[in-house]
T-cell receptor, first 113, second 112 residues
Framework: SQTIHQWPATLVQPVGSPLSLECTVE??????LYWYRQAAGRGLQLLFY??????ISSEVPQNLSASRPQDRQFILSSKKLLLSDSGFYLC????????????FGSGTRLTVV | GEDVEQSLFLSVREGDSSVINCTYT??????LYWYKQEPGAGLQLLTY?????DMKQDQRLTVLLNKKDKHLSLRIADTQTGDSAIYFC????????????FGSGTQLTVLP
């Protein structure tokens, strides 16, 4: 069966520090991968998605970047965090062709202080 | 682009039925999903419906789709306190990567 792992679960970082959040998927190959951010107001914003190794599409220009160094690994990064980067970050995957829904990781709560 | 809207809050008594509503704008939406999010957790897929269906039932959950009005609803029968959570409607139409567009979520509170 497929599983998705996301870590760390919580993170407190000072303004200006770097960020690296990692997401890995098991039990499938060539998944579509996604990074979402959920701000305090609840809405989910798509940040990046990837349909293959090295292929990254950015939905919202901002202080973050994403990389996909391996088929089942998706990394969200920042060189210098801003206060506005605080939020709940969710990784998700979906099969390339099936309709069976997106599976989300358990999320990372990032607080920038 | 796609716009998905939900009411923000719903309160029901334990044992009653809950109905959470969602409207969307893109008539070419092909798959429509309901997710549940408990506090501090990720999103859990509850159910989904294809756009060529009008209704889908799965135990206590019933999804109704009115394509003409672009209206989706989730009915939870015999609502329990464990159903208290935020419920997200999401839609996708096949594009470059099947991106999901989410509603803002409905906070369901189940009162004893």
């Amino acid at each position: 069966s497929q599983t998705i792992h996301q870590w760390p679960a919580t993170l407190v970082q000072p303004v200006g520090s770097p960020l690296s959040l990692e997401c890995t998927v098991e039990g499938t190959s060539n998944p579509n991968l996604y990074w979402y951010r959920q701000a305090a107001g609840r809405g989910l914003q798509l940040l990046f998605y990837s349909v293959g190794i090295g292929q990254i599409s950015s939905e919202v220009p901002q202080n973050l970047s994403a990389s996909r160094p391996q088929d089942r690994q998706f990394i969200l990064s920042s060189k210098k965090l801003l206060l506005s980067d605080s939020g709940f970050y969710l990784c998700a995957w979906s099969p390339g062709s099936d309709a069976g829904g997106y599976t989300f990781g358990s999320g990372t709560r990032l607080t920038v202080v | 682009g796609e716009d998905v809207e939900q009411s923000l809050f719903l309160s029901v008594r334990e044992g009653d039925s809950s109905v959470i509503n969602c409207t969307y704008t893109d008539s070419s939406s092909t798959y429509l999903y309901w997710y549940k999010q408990e506090p501090g957790a990720g999103l859990q897929l509850l159910t989904y419906i294809f756009s060529n269906m009008d209704m889908k039932q799965d135990q206590r959950l019933t999804v109704l789709l009115n394509k003409k009005d672009k209206h989706l609803s989730l009915r939870i029968a015999d609502t329990q306190t464990g159903d208290s959570a935020i419920y997200f409607c999401a839609v996708v139409h096949f594009g470059s990567a099947r991106q999901l567009t989410f509603g803002s979520g409905t906070q369901l509170t189940v009162l004893p």
